[in-house]
């Protein structure tokens, strides 16, 4: 019999093997955390090779199982401290790209030997002994290394938060740190701790404002600037391979409307792909008036031909106000959008879309589905059982996890329930499993048609009106 080590051990091996199999057919050199230029792997608009992915999602899962490890071998008392202080994670990346480390450090004359605390000193005027503590801390968290005592090198991994790349732009939106301090507040606030309301939330409290974000940002445009293009950040992490692995040409439609939109980049996306008929197929990005500028600059600089044929058009419109354009075969695309909502207004938003839609239409859900975090401790698995390819149906979608390991690979979700302490934070809302897309969906007069996955950190939820 198996123990639950050396599930995790047998785990992580097979995982590690595969991907670094599937790494040299597709022809690519090998990771590495510290030569300081990017891996192709690190390029989102990369389209690997099918089983490349398969086993690098593998193998990621692969290192989550390591969680898993540190779960089990961890002293519970140093698991509470290293938790509780692990709002400086946030703090130390702040530092790291807002006084201009990072900028350093990237420099050509010493990128690859990196620079001694007090030639940073010198370059910063900061602190060399606190800049030594911010930099220990940063390597432990993999952002950088310590080539010699005091001698600090930019690791792979911080290209991202250099100019120009959508990880700068994230993280230096402001405002999380603000709503994480107020959560607690927020969670046992007598009036607040069971509304759903969106002026009713930690963003109020840690902000000192009545406003809701929207309201909020619309009155400071340069937040609002800052926010479109962290939200922009985000898409752009997964556009490449939304846009090429979802059967777009299937759709067969003369109107695409993508309900805020934002600056419009997936539309931009689509349209160029050309497997529509563009000439007879409009696509219509609506959003608040606040962004509908900076959308329709994007579209102008980006695709000029289709905004001056009108191809592409940029509206003002509000979700909550039934939608003026009515076609039998219109479809409807809500990316990153209603994991902003909270239930009620979630289905107050699509059912404005189902009172329009033609029987031909389809409502697309591009947004995150949730894994529940069950664990499987009823089997007793024998090594033959532990074959990566028992956890996967097909090459889109796992089907379950290995004994011992949460369903939604543990400490691999991360991100995406991050995204939902966020969302839960500044608009009441957070990211939904199926069963809760479900009831959203049937709530508003639709069905669902099909989930399909698309190798990203999104779904697609394919709706349809009620028959």
């Keep these: 019999m198996l123990s639950e080590l050396d599930v995790l051990q047998h785990c992580l091996n097979q995982a590690l093997d595969s991907f670094r199999v599937e790494l040299v057919n597709a022809g690519l050199p090998p990771l590495s955390n510290y030569p300081a230029q990017a891996h192709p792997l690190d390029n989102p608009d990369l389209l690997t090779p099918p089983r490349l992915y398969d086993a690098r999602r593998l193998a990621i899962g692969g290192l989550r199982f390591q969680g898993q490890l540190k779960a089990l071998l961890q002293v519970p008392y140093e698991k509470v401290v290293e938790q509780s202080t692990a709002v ?11 006084s201009g480390i990072v900028d350093v450090l990237a420099d050509k004359s010493c990128i690859e030997r990196g620079l001694h605390i007090f030639e940073l000193h010198q370059k910063l005027d900061l602190s060399a002994i606190r800049l030594a503590t911010v930099l220990r801390y940063l390597a432990s968290q993999g952002w950088v290394h310590e080539k010699s005592q005091d001698v600090f090198a930019l690791n792979r991994s911080a290209l991202e938060l250099l100019p ?12 999380k740190p603000k709503v994480a301090a107020s959560l607690f507040q927020f969670m046992t606030d007598p009036c607040w701790k069971y509304s759903t309301s969106p002026a009713e939330t930690a ?3 840690s902000h000192g404002t009545q406003d809701t974000l929207f309201a909020w940002l619309k009155a400071r445009p340069e937040q609002l600037t800052q926010w479109a293009s962290s939200v922009r950040s985000f898409g752009d992490a997964d556009e490449t391979l939304l846009v090429n692995n979802f059967p777009w040409q299937q759709l067969n439609t003369k109107l695409i409307i993508d309900c805020g939109g934002g600056q419009g980049c997936l539309t931009i996306a689509v349209a160029k792909m050309r497997v529509f008929d563009l000439p007879k ?13 900076i959308a329709r600059e994007n579209v102008k600089h980006t695709f000029p031909e289709a905004y001056e044929s009108g191809q592409i058009t940029v509206e003002a419109h509000d979700f909550f106000v039934t939608r003026p354009y009515t076609a039998e075969d219109a479809v409807y695309i809500f990316r990153y959008i209603l994991h902003d909502w909270p239930e009620e207004d979630c289905v107050k938003i699509l059912r404005n879309v189902q009172a329009v839609a033609g029987l031909l239409s389809k409502i697309l859900i591009i947004d995150n589905i949730v894994v529940p975090a069950t664990v499987n401790l009823q089997v007793v698995p024998k090594p033959e059982d532990l074959q990566m390819c028992n956890f996967y149906a097909n090459a889109d979608a796992p089907t379950k996890s290995p004994p011992f390991i949460p369903a939604n690979y ?4 991360k991100m995406s329930l991050a995204l939902g302490i966020h969302m839960m934070g500044v608009f009441n809302a957070h990211e939904r499993p199926l069963s809760e897309w479900r009831t959203i969906v049937s709530k508003a007069g639709l069905d669902i048609a099909r989930v399909h996955s698309v190798r990203a950190n999104v779904s697609v939820i394919e709706c349809v009106r009620k028959a």
């Design 88 to 98: 400086y994670d946030t703090a130390c990346l702040d530092i790291f790209v807002q």
């Design 410 to 413: 543990g400490a691999a979700s």
């Design 281 to 293: 197929c409009k696509f219509v990005i609506q959003d608040l008036p606040e962004v509908v500028p």
């Design 203 to 205: 963003f109020q409290l």
């Design 164 to 175: 120009g790349h959508n990880g700068r732009i994230w993280s230096l939106t402001p405002g």
